[in-house]
């Protein structure tokens, strides 16, 4: 079972409807969750964190957690075409020596279309 | 523009060369990353430093020599890579106290003659 899995996609969605997206994590002592956005050639953008159990809203992103299903989703509402990009969930542990182990799943690719 | 700044954006080098990747943020955070990135593949972490110690390594080869000179700056040393090293390689950055987001720069796209 790998660590962090999500759907590779393609996701197709038309521009202004929900785009979901789903992850889960086999770890159970992961403490912080996060959504990375990366368009094709960049970097990794933090576009959303989520620390404990429920929903977490910033604009048109909503992130959920469940713990206790080691589940992570995120909904972008009225999706548009600039939000096509591979969206990476990424479960954080703290290591005991210092720093943080964020591992990521392999990435959702989101197309939004006309 | 990121916060985190890498250079150089690209290079190239052959097998035998030797180089270096720089990192440099100012935002305070007293923990440091290397990633490597493949294509269509999420990133892989290689290294972190905290307060300037390294506190992980993730079994990476050693012509792959990272270095913390201080809290702001962090280097990897290139020497004697192979084809299969070609890839993206970022560096994060996070305040090392609690559960902290990592903030990459822009990377360094290697490729290996």
């Known amino acids: 079972q790998k660590e962090v899995e999500q759907n590779s996609g393609p996701l197709s969605v038309p521009e202004g409807a929900i785009a979901s997206l789903n992850c889960t994590y086999s770890d159970r002592v992961s403490q912080s969750f996060f959504w990375y956005r990366q368009y094709s050639g960049k970097s990794p953008e933090l576009i959303m964190s989520i620390y404990s159990n429920g929903d977490k809203e910033d604009g048109r992103f909503t992130a959920q957690l469940n713990k206790a299903s080691q589940y992570v989703s995120l909904l972008i509402r009225d999706s548009q075409p600039s939000d096509s990009a591979t969206y990476l969930c990424?479960?954080?542990?703290?290591?005991?020596?210092?720093?943080?182990?964020?591992?990521f799943g392999t990435g959702t690719q989101l197309k939004v279309e006309l | 523009d990121t916060e985190v700044t890498q250079t150089p954006k690209h290079l190239v080098m052959g097998m035998t060369n030797k180089k270096s990747l720089k990192c440099e943020q100012h935002m305070g955070h007293r923990a440091m990353y290397w990633y490597k990135q493949k294509a269509k593949k999420p990133p892989e972490l290689m290294f972190v430093?905290?307060?300037?110690?390294?506190?992980i390594n993730e079994s990476v080869p050693s012509r792959f020599s990272p270095e913390c000179p201080n809290s702001s700056l962090l280097n990897l040393h290139l020497h004697a890579l192979q084809p299969e090293d070609s890839a993206l390689y970022l560096c994060?950055?996070?305040?090392?106290?609690?559960?902290?987001?990592?903030?990459f720069g822009d990377g360094t796209r290697l490729s290996i003659l």
């Open positions: 430093y905290s307060y300037e110690k390294l506190s």
């Open positions: 990424a479960v954080n542990r703290y290591i005991t020596g210092g720093g943080n182990k964020l591992t």
């Open positions: 994060a950055s996070s305040q090392d106290n609690g559960p902290p987001p990592q903030h």
